[in-house]
């Protein structure tokens, strides 16, 4: 039971005695020492020589030991005593659930009873009965109705925002096909441009061509004849 339970966790220990203590730090010194000096026997009624202190730490190691040992063990004693606490926790919750199925078990066979023992009453609450679960059916239709109401909203909301999407999406493929045509007619009118000029250039190579060619069908003055003047 709970109170047996916690009974247990007080008469509990929560830390080992003094003779202990020198156990377990003396199984500490030995385990020490047959570590760092294999070829030296120690056993539980030998102690670390004064002067071979230092293997193990120092003048203080057994205070040091005892002190470790013991905040251990109280550690374990604490994780068993949450342990032990959670178990009861489980326990006396148990027993509620365990009394309130009970108390229910009692309260539907009284009630069970005294309906075959009054028909009016038993009338009357299965009267009672039926308006509640009428009343639940109203009451779970209406929260499907809303559910159903609510779940249209948010299609409508997301496809709205897909609309949107979509439109603006549109809308910017419009405006870059628009840029790339701009750009195409900017580069067909720099073209032309190009065309012309270059056109232009042809036009006055092949002038300049036809007017050096006609300067060299013209006669010099030194090969012409002596110019006759008539007066």
């Known amino acids: 039971s709970p109170k047996q339970a916690m009974a247990g ?6 830390a080992a005695d003094a003779e202990a203590l020198n156990q377990a730090a003396r199984a ?19 102690r670390v020589p004064k002067d071979d202190s230092r293997l193990i730490g120092g003048e203080d190691h057994v205070e040091r ?14 994780h068993a005593r949450r342990k032990e606490a959670k178990r009861a926790e489980a326990a006396k919750r148990h027993a509620e659930e ?10 539907e066979e009284q009630e069970a009873r005294r ?4 028909p009016e009453y038993a009338a009357a609450r299965m009267a009672e009965d039926e308006a509640n679960a009428l009343h639940r059916l109203a009451a779970e239709r209406q929260a499907i109705y809303t559910e159903f109401a609510s779940a249209e909203a948010r299609a409508k909301e997301e496809a709205s925002k ?31 441009k190009e065309e012309q000029m270059l056109l232009s250039y042809s036009k006055a190579k ?4 036809r007017k050096e060619q006609a300067q060299k069908k013209v006669p010099d003055v030194q090969s012409r004849g002596p110019v006759k003047l008539t007066l």
């Open 9 to 14: 966790l007080w008469a509990r220990p929560v």
């Open 28 to 46: 500490r010194e030995e385990a020490i020492v047959s570590k760092l000096a294999g070829k030296r026997n120690w056993n539980a009624n030998q």
């Open 65 to 78: 030991s005892m002190s470790l040992v013991a905040g251990r063990e109280l550690q374990e004693a604490e």
């Open 98 to 107: 365990d009394v309130h199925r009970a108390n229910q078990l009692a309260e």
């Open 115 to 118: 309906r075959a023992a009054d």
């Open 162 to 192: 897909h609309s949107q999407a979509v439109a603006a999406s549109l809308q910017l493929l419009e405006q870059e096909k628009q840029q790339r045509e701009q750009e195409k007619s900017k580069e067909h009118v720099t073209k032309e």
């Open 206 to 209: 092949e002038a300049l061509a």
